[in-house]
């Protein structure tokens, strides 16, 4: 397992941009993919967006397509999730995730494909 540490949440109002920020305490992070989940209040958790561990390929839940973007940084060991055109539906916890993969493809959207995850950072969009 991986240890990871999300921050970069915060307060915003619609509109506006924030980027989440998931560091990872694996020297061997180009090995996992990571993902992207958020559990809206009273809501269950669901996914948000995966990246491939070479950061070639890209996936995102239909609601966020064209707002949000994953990018990673191996050297770095980070992944991100920069959020744009935020929405009050996008108020929720947001958490990353990350499981071992070689796989070139990044079409991990369950929480069960996981195995570590961070503890969660909270965004919350005013209307």
């Known amino acids: 397992q991986v240890q990871l540490v999300e921050s970069g949440g915060g307060l915003v109002q619609a509109g506006g941009s924030l980027r989440l920020s998931c560091a990872a305490s694996?020297?061997?992070?180009?090995?996992?993919?990571m993902g992207w989940f958020r559990q809206p209040p009273g809501k269950a958790r669901e996914f948000v967006a995966a990246?491939?561990?070479?950061?070639?390929?890209?996936s995102y839940a239909d609601s966020v397509k064209g707002r949000f973007t994953i990018s990673r940084d191996n050297a770095q060991i980070t992944v991100y999730l920069q959020m744009n055109s935020l929405k009050p539906e996008d108020t929720a916890v947001y958490y990353c995730?990350?499981?071992?993969?070689?796989?070139?493809?990044?079409?991990?959207?369950?929480?069960?494909?996981?195995?570590?995850w961070g503890q969660g950072t909270q965004v919350t969009v005013s209307s």
């Open positions: 990246i491939s561990w070479s950061g070639g390929s890209t």
């Open positions: 694996e020297r061997r992070f180009e090995n996992f993919a």
């Open positions: 995730a990350a499981r071992p993969s070689y796989y070139s493809g990044s079409d991990y959207y369950e929480e069960t494909d996981y195995g570590s």
